[in-house]
């Protein structure tokens, strides 16, 4: 099946890619007054940055327990595209990639009828999956994790959108995947919001060349570390 890749590119606030750049060249934060320990966890607040929420530093009470992460907003740029997006789709059955829980708080949100799998049961599952192909659904939130688990979507639609993208290129693989397999009549349109001149696009970019199984360790263990 041919997947047609659709890069959705646009400019954050010019003082949200002002603070971008501070914080890639710097690996500070002043949004939350953090130098950040290694490049790895740079590289992971970008990724947030540029959906427009991001994890403030852990903080901690006396015992030394780490206290419940505080979430800083930022700008809208990106919900912004993806509501355009999501109006142009509205006919068609979506797929919308989220990596972080923040993202999937705010996407949840912006549409209360969407569903996921997070947190169901084996048998839940197959229920969701069954009212996917019959037309039921039609926001249908994942995160690449969950992709690996043989779902079998290709039956419901032929969209996908990716809030954010991962630079685990197996994780890409497999969740599109989920509908560029056997019985799916359709090409799949796969969409990448992407926020020009930042890591959206580096990701883009990579995870459209050919890797070494060497590179892939790198990058996957590069992710795994933020």
């Known amino acids: 099946v041919e997947i047609k890749r659709h890069p959705v ?3 954050l606030p010019e003082w949200a890619a002002h603070e971008y750049k501070k ?8 949004l939350d007054n953090m130098l950040i320990d290694t490049r790895a966890q740079t590289l992971m607040k970008c990724r947030q940055y540029t959906g427009g929420q ?12 780490p206290l419940p992460k505080k979430i800083i907003t930022i700008h809208k740029a990106k919900t912004d595209q993806l509501f355009n997006l999501m109006y142009r789709l509205q006919s068609t059955p979506k797929i ?4 972080f829980q923040h993202e999937y708080d705010r996407i949840k949100m912006m549409y209360p009828d969407a569903v996921s799998f997070k947190g169901l049961s084996e048998k839940a599952s197959i229920k969701m999956v069954r009212d996917w192909t019959d037309g039921k659904i039609t926001k249908l939130l994942l995160q ?16 996908i959108v990716f809030f954010t993208t991962t630079w685990n290129n ?3 693989g497999q969740t599109l995947g989920r509908l560029d397999r056997q019985g799916q009549e359709f090409k799949i ?6 926020a020009n001149n930042t890591i959206d696009v580096k990701i883009y970019d990579e995870i459209l060349k050919e890797k070494t199984d060497e590179e892939e360790e790198f990058l996957y263990a590069t992710e795994r570390a933020a």
């Open 9 to 11: 590119r646009f400019d």
């Open 23 to 30: 914080i890639d060249k710097t690996n500070y934060s002043a």
């Open 54 to 65: 991001m994890y403030a530093e852990t903080e901690y009470n006396e015992d030394g327990d």
């Open 96 to 99: 919308i990639v989220y990596e």
């Open 144 to 159: 690449p994790g969950q992709a690996a688990h043989g779902l079998n979507l290709q039956y419901g639609g032929h969209t």
């Open 170 to 172: 197996e994780h890409v």
């Open 189 to 194: 349109d796969a969409y990448y919001l992407l």
